[in-house]
């Protein structure tokens, strides 16, 4: 049971390249998430998708564009990267039903892009 | 808008020491998460706290939770190296249910 994939693990962009990151979790999971990390600070939630279908902007979706490509996968696109969209960027899933968010996050192992 | 904020924010301690981390929010939620964080690794989830009272243990490691207060404390028992990690609290906003993070405290202990 792999859980939550991403790739790639690694990745260096020059200022204006575009790329996109892949998630995929075999849970069966309903709900998906894009967060990205900076040193020094909790994790910040970039985009989410509740179903297949739908996504929803987070807390911090400028620079971003998400797709929800089937009930798997779920990807993180870059259009024209910045330097300060150097980062971790973790993908996450879970279960949930709203109302009762009763068990935790499944994360990837995380994508560290560096922008120069 | 929900603020979370952790204290302290690094701690370097003696194996066989006791130690408690807290998670302070600002505003309503009753729901509370605890994660760890090895150096280069992902986040593994140790404890949902879902209502006032909660209490959790796993281990060397408890946590609890109080709403009315907006406190949640992670107390570490005769610490052991191996619980050198970053630990983040997580606070579901009653609003959008979103996970508003704390940012994390780097525990280090010395054998």
């Known amino acids: 049971n792999a859980g939550v994939t991403q790739t790639p693990k690694f990745q260096v962009l020059k200022t204006g390249q575009s790329m996109t990151l892949q998630c995929a979790q075999d849970?069966?999971?309903?709900?998906m998430y894009w967060y990205r990390q900076d040193p020094g600070m909790g994790l910040r939630l970039i985009y989410y998708s509740a179903s297949e279908g739908t996504t929803d902007k987070g807390e911090v979706p400028n620079g971003y564009n998400v797709s929800r490509l089937n009930k798997r996968e779920f990807s993180l696109r870059l259009e024209s990267a910045a330097p300060s969209q150097t980062s971790v960027y973790f993908c996450?899933?879970?279960?949930?039903?709203?109302?009762?968010?009763?068990?935790?996050?499944?994360f990837g192992n995380g994508t560290r892009l560096t922008v120069t | 808008e929900l603020k979370v904020e952790q204290n302290p924010l690094f701690l370097s301690m003696q194996e066989g020491k006791n130690y408690t981390i807290y998670c302070n929010y600002s505003t309503t939620s009753d729901r509370l998460y605890w994660y760890r964080q090895d150096p280069g690794k992902s986040l593994e989830s140790l404890f949902v706290l879902l209502s006032n009272g909660a209490v959790k243990q796993e281990g060397r490691l408890m946590a609890s939770l109080d709403t009315k207060a907006r406190l949640s404390t992670l107390h570490i028992t005769a610490a052991v190296h191996d619980l050198s990690a970053t630990y983040f609290c997580?606070?579901?906003?009653?609003?959008?249910?979103?996970?508003?993070w704390g940012a994390g405290t780097k525990l280090i202990i010395k054998p």
């Open positions: 997580a606070v579901l906003m009653d609003s959008n249910y979103q996970l508003i």
């Open positions: 849970m069966n999971h309903n709900s």
């Open positions: 996450a899933s879970d279960d949930e039903i709203r109302s009762s968010y009763n068990s935790p996050l499944h």
